[in-house]
């Protein structure tokens, strides 16, 4: 596991408040843009649209595990490719890049687990970002 220098995650920190972490995790703007979108029913869309992520991601983790393991590597990228798109659309930039990084495997490799599991940790920290975000918003 390697660390990030605190400059590196929080730019010149001379005199400058540090940013909450999940603000380093989740692009709280990107979901704003769908404030103005109502849903036919009322109900909040960016609420729904958390929740579909965590329950889908967590289904395609579980999908490229087994992909990995299968040694499939055209539905580990398929998958990867899926997670990074919806990870994008929900402001998940770190999640999308560790998305992106095993749909660029050329091969398969021992590289895969690590990387798999780079996506599970990025994922648990999206995952506490986006439920503190839902329950902020009820």
């Known amino acids: 596991m390697s660390f990030e220098p605190a400059a590196e995650i929080y730019g010149n920190t001379d005199d400058q408040p ?8 989740l692009d709280v703007g990107v979901l704003s843009a769908f404030d103005e979108v109502k849903s036919d029913d009322g109900s909040n869309l960016v609420i729904e649209l958390i929740d579909l992520y965590l329950k889908a991601t967590a289904e395609r983790i579980e999908q490229i595990r087994v992909a990995q393991m ?4 055209v539905s580990l990228r398929r998958t990867a ?4 798109g919806s990870s994008s659309t929900l402001g998940l930039q770190r999640m999308a890049r560790a998305c992106e990084e095993l749909e660029s495997l050329e091969t398969h490799s021992s590289r895969a687990a690590k990387l798999i599991e780079s996506m599970q940790s990025r994922f648990l920290e999206a995952r506490e ?5 839902r329950n902020r918003r009820r």
């Open 18 to 25: 540090r940013p909450a972490r999940h603000d380093l995790i």
């Open 129 to 133: 970002a986006l439920i503190t975000e």
């Open 81 to 84: 490719h899926t997670l990074k």
């Open 70 to 73: 299968a040694e499939d590597l």
